[in-house]
């Protein structure tokens, strides 16, 4: 009767900062039983980070979801003959090679195939074909994700992309049935942006009815927004980046300094967002904007501006309970919108 639900942490090591979130399952129900974000200092290393987390987070998991993102991934989206999963396991080795930049035989593939097909206008629907998702990943950068984990007593369950982490929080916070629901009858296919402005990099997902229809990654982040203030304002990087986050005593310098990388930032994925319409015949209507480089002054307005569609931060923890004798609620309220790609990870726990 009181048997202790599975628990999983959903460990992103972000390229700035580590974040540990430990959800249990109580019955069906998901519940946030952990919560750790550890900074790593320039030129600190992220192992060091991930054992302060787990002094920090009063963790019961040592199982652990990780991520991977960057150079190390690419993503595709192809269409394959109709044929079954098992095959199509098969099949992609053959086809891989068309698609992925690195030595198959150093990497790990990955496929899924999707339910929903792209309307394309004046296309006539090919039936004999199904739309997958395939993914690539250095080996090496696995070798070195399990080693890191194991180097701290802790044990891989499964390695995540980035990208798909955010669709996976989604998901747990249980707003894709509410998006497939409003979905329906609308006559016209409704898209969602999940936008993630991480340290180094910005991740797009784009969502129809749940499923993913494009993803991307944009090599600008909250650390060229911290370079900007500090070459506009003569600073050090260190100082730039405390300078940056103080918010109101010196915003309208901080806003000037940053408003280039939110230009820059907003018009690519503007650009990506008026790509994914044209070629997947569906409308965005929504981007929602998470990650640390999200918190900055002013994104959400530019992004909103710029792509011309209804922007806003997310909160990932609205709908989840937590486990406040086990977390700093405060704490983890203040740093919610970071915590969208560790939410993602730790929602494999229902499949632990
Ligand atoms: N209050 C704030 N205002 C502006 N930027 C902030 C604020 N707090 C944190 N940041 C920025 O958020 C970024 C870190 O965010 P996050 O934890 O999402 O990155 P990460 O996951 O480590 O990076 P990546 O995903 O690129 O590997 C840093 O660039 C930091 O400067
Ligand atoms: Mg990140």
């Known amino acids: 009767m009181f048997r202790r639900g599975k628990s999983v942490v959903g460990l992103d090591l972000g390229s700035q900062v580590v974040k540990a979130v430990e959800i249990t399952l109580e019955g069906p129900e998901p519940v946030i039983t952990g919560f750790a974000r550890v900074e790593i200092p320039p030129g600190g290393d992220k192992a060091a980070a991930v054992a302060e987390a787990w002094k920090r987070g009063k963790f019961r998991a040592r199982s652990v979801v990780t991520s991977v993102a960057g150079q190390s991934v690419v993503v595709r989206y192809l269409q394959m003959p109709k044929m079954s999963e098992s095959e199509l396991r098969q099949a992609i080795r053959l086809e891989a090679d068309r698609y992925v930049p690195f030595e198959l035989a150093e990497c790990v593939l990955d496929c899924q195939p999707l339910a929903r097909r792209a309307v394309r206008a004046g296309e006539a629907t090919k039936d004999e074909t199904m739309p997958v998702v395939l993914v690539a990943c250095r080996q090496q950068a696995i070798d070195e994700q399990v080693a890191l984990v194991q180097g701290q007593n802790l044990q891989p369950l499964a390695i995540d992309v980035d990208s798909f982490a955010i669709a996976n929080a989604w998901e747990l916070c249980g707003l894709s049935d509410e998006a497939a629901a409003a979905l329906e009858g609308s006559g016209e296919e409704r898209a969602i942006a999940l936008v993630d402005v991480g340290a180094s990099r910005t991740q797009i997902n784009v969502l129809v009815g749940g499923e993913t229809c494009f993803s991307r990654e944009i090599a600008i982040g ?49 650009l990506s967002l008026d790509y994914v319409e044209n070629h997947e015949g569906v409308r965005v209507e ?10 900055a002054p002013g994104l959400v307005a530019q992004v909103e501006q710029a792509t011309g569609r209804t922007t806003r931060a997310w909160n990932p923890l609205e709908g989840l309970r937590v486990a406040a004798e086990r977390v700093d609620v405060e704490e983890l309220e203040n740093w919610a919108p970071t915590l969208v790609v560790a939410l993602g990870l730790a929602a494999r726990v229902r499949a632990a």
């Open 222 to 270: 909250g650390a060229d927004m911290t370079q900007a203030v500090a070459r506009r304002l003569g600073l050090e990087n260190f100082d730039a980046e405390s300078h940056k986050r103080a918010g109101e005593e010196a915003e309208a310098d901080i806003a000037r300094a940053i408003q280039p990388v939110l230009e820059d930032l907003s018009n690519e994925l503007s």
């Open 286 to 295: 929504e981007v929602l904007l998470s990650g640390g480089g999200s918190l």
